[in-house]
């Protein structure tokens, strides 16, 4: 059973991030390292004894990564260049694993060659390498999940059938690599608890024929998906995921699948999202309020802003962020829509009924604060699309305030 442990750390208070987003006077990414560092220990707090290996990709700063580092963290990296970057903050290797499928002859020779012995897989073709490019490593295979009730379902190019897990990790086997487990990803930012216990099921039915066919994994990769709480849908109303109950169905589901395999067995998990999204912001500024007609004659607002989905914003066709007009707390609103500074039309929120309340009284060069962006925005950025380029870091909560 989950026990509460002393007191729980605050994973909402937002009072640095709020300080700093204020203290700015240019546009910046803001990152609370103690807040990402409460969120995980936070998570940790409720999933008792599951190694948590961060997925590099929500957020590849290096000030992130060290604090998580140095609270126990490990890493799901998604190449060598993301492995090297792992190293840097000082955990081993053995803390670091190879979680993409997707991976050639070289990349897995390099990461090898670093240190790195466990490896993702969901293919007869990827193990083969694996045998040859890095002898002796342990996988564990990818099951394919169906992402239902994921915004971002990541099924189809991930994971395969139980069948083919059964062949995958025998000729693992076979070629002198250790099977030692299985993994999934139940889709990015899932909202509902039905797909976890979807996942436990197959986990416990794929085990089961393992075993049977004398294979007995020691550890199971919970994968990615745990939500962030403050974002808005594509319409602009809160998301709020069932976090809690997520929560319990991953503790019984650990229980379920102890039960089923003849060996005891480690829990791992790679969130992304979840463990920095909530504490990244960013600071842009408004570039135009405008009012025009449309063809067919209706009049829209639109609220043009410095940052959008090739700067800072990749998300926001899916997603509303949340935002705030510091220098217009009340007063008169428009019902707008949002768009970045680009000449795209897919650089702005779903066009399809998301109106966002923005003060009229907006001037151009107003700072507006973008609430919940600090995972899959910022490591999104394009090198300059239009001109526009990556916006600057700052860390806050560090021992030093470190600027990027
Ligand atoms: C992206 C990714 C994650 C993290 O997913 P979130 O939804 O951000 O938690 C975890 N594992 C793998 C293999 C991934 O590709």
Not at 48 to 63: L, N, Q, T, W, Y
Not at 83 to 112: C, F, M, W
Request: glycine share 12%.
């Amino acid at each position: 059973m989950h026990t509460d442990a002393g007191p729980r750390p605050d994973r909402r208070d937002h009072g640095a991030l709020r300080a700093a987003l204020a203290a700015a006077s240019e546009d910046t990414v803001v990152y609370d390292l103690d807040g990402i560092g409460r969120q995980y220990v936070a998570l940790c707090a409720e999933l008792p004894g599951v190694a948590v290996r961060f997925a590099m990709k929500a957020c590849s700063v290096d000030e992130v990564l060290g604090r998580l580092a140095a609270l126990g963290s490990g890493f799901d990296a998604a190449s060598p260049q993301e492995i090297a970057q792992a190293l840097r903050t000082g955990v081993s290797p053995d803390r670091i694993h190879y979680g993409n499928t997707i991976k050639s002859d070289r990349n897995i020779a390099e990461a090898y060659r670093l240190g790195v012995r466990d490896f993702a897989t969901d293919s007869l073709e990827d193990v083969a390498a694996i045998a040859e490019h890095a002898p002796g490593a342990r996988v564990f295979c990818r099951l394919a999940t169906t992402g239902d009730g994921a915004l971002w379902g990541l099924s189809r190019k991930f994971g395969c059938s139980p069948e083919d897990a059964l062949r995958v990790l025998d000729a693992a086997r076979g070629s002198g690599l250790v099977p030692s487990g299985l993994s999934v990803h139940v889709g990015s930012q899932q909202m509902t608890t039905e797909a976890w216990a979807a996942a436990v099921e197959s986990l416990a039915d794929v085990l089961e024929e393992l075993n049977w066919f004398g294979i007995v994994p020691n550890q199971v990769n919970l994968g990615g998906g745990l939500p962030a709480l403050g974002m808005l849908d594509r319409r602009g109303r809160p998301l709020e995921p069932p976090l809690d109950k997520m929560f319990a169905v991953i503790r019984e589901g650990m229980e379920r699948l102890r039960a089923v395999n003849a060996a005891p067995l480690d829990f791992l998990l790679e969130p992304g999202r979840h463990l920095v999204a909530d504490h990244g912001a960013i600071r842009a500024h408004v570039a135009r309020l405008s009012s025009r007609h449309q063809l067919d004659g209706t009049h829209e607002d639109w609220l043009f802003l410095s940052c959008g989905k090739f700067n800072g914003l990749y998300e926001m066709d899916q997603l509303q962020y949340r935002l705030e007009f510091p220098t217009h707390p009340g007063g008169q609103f428009v019902d707008a829509v949002v768009a970045g500074p680009t000449c795209d039309s897919d650089d702005g929120y779903a066009q399809d009924g998301g109106l966002v309340r923005v003060p009229r009284a907006v001037a151009s060069g107003d700072p507006v604060w973008i609430h919940s962006c600090g995972a899959y925005a910022a490591a999104y950025a394009t090198r300059g699309f239009n001109g526009f380029a990556p916006l600057p870091y700052t860390c806050v909560g560090g021992s030093e305030g470190d600027r990027g």
